[in-house]
């Protein structure tokens, strides 16, 4: 039995922990309260000093008003129709990828499976400008083919990630679905798939994260104002409405940009953490 003197000491140090633990989550979500605090002031409340920490009163006008400032609904379905084929893409490309590499028997697999990690030491300032070249080419420029097409062709640290939770899925099976006469595609569709739904909703998860903030695409390969996605117009927002005058509606749109990443964290956390976890059980 442990002795009081060191139940004391154990205490205090949890209390320490879970003590630095609360200050640096306050450090973290300042920012995002700060930014939800501006978002609902009036704009001659944003610059007093002392600041006001809490709005009064709180204006929820700053949220409608910002369908009537710009497009916002053009650019909100842009980035979802984005959004959502990049998902299925990498979701239906990579886990077809990372099956063939986790259950099937073929020569040089490990080799290639190593080109395949390799390709992510490429930094992609590297392939910036062979890919640009390609898609000017294909006439693709201003257009979502370059947002999209490469979505199709799977990511290697997709790959990776469900190969490893593939891995972990008993054999046993997917001999019983061999037995019952499935081929390959119907075990990797039906047997597969199901089992791995946490390494999928993982992949969902950074698909969805990456491309939903992504800014550099859209600002390579759009320039139409009605083909903008949410990212890159909340960049042409700040610098068309300086000085400070639409302060509260930046902000309100930023929040409203972010809150779909934070939602969707905060549902399928579990799901996420199971399938990081569950994806390097095995080599």
């Not at 984005?82 to 040089?108: D, H």
């Not at 104002?225 to 700040?238: I, V």
Request: proline share 6%; charged share 10%.
């Amino acid at each position: 039995m442990m002795p009081e003197s060191a139940r004391a000491q154990l205490r205090l140090k949890l209390a320490a922990v879970y003590a630095a633990l609360a200050a640096g989550s306050v450090l973290v979500l300042f920012p995002l309260y700060w930014m939800a605090a501006t978002s609902l002031k009036d704009p001659g409340n944003i610059y007093l000093a002392p600041p006001q920490w809490i709005p009064n009163p709180f204006r929820w006008a700053n949220y409608s008003e910002i369908f009537t400032l710009w497009p916002f609904t053009r650019y909100l379905w842009n980035s979802t129709f984005v959004t959502m084929m990049n998902i299925i893409g990498a979701v239906l490309s990579s886990s077809l990828v990372a099956y063939g590499f986790a259950r099937l028997r073929w020569k040089y697999r490990d080799f290639f499976f190593m080109v395949c990690l390799g390709t992510m030491m490429l930094p992609s300032q590297v392939t910036l400008a062979p890919t640009f070249i390609l898609f000017v080419k294909l006439g693709w420029l201003d257009s979502f083919y370059p947002l999209i097409v490469p979505a199709f062709f799977s990511q290697a640290f997709n790959v990776f990630l469900l190969r490893q939770f593939f891995r972990t899925i008993p054999r046993a099976l997917e001999d019983a679905a061999r037995i019952d006469g499935c081929g390959y595609f119907r075990t990797y569709w039906q047997i597969i798939l199901p089992l791995a739904k946490p390494a999928l909703l993982t992949v969902t998860l950074f698909t969805f994260i990456g491309v939903w903030n992504d800014f550099m695409g859209p600002l390579i390969y759009l320039s139409s104002d009605d083909k903008r996605t949410l990212a890159l117009a909340l960049s042409f927002f700040s610098q068309t409405f300086f000085a400070g005058v639409h302060t509260h509606h930046l902000m309100a749109a930023s929040l409203m940009v972010m809150l779909p990443c934070i939602i969707l964290f905060a549902v399928f956390q579990r799901y996420f953490i199971q399938g990081m976890v569950f994806s390097g059980l095995k080599e």
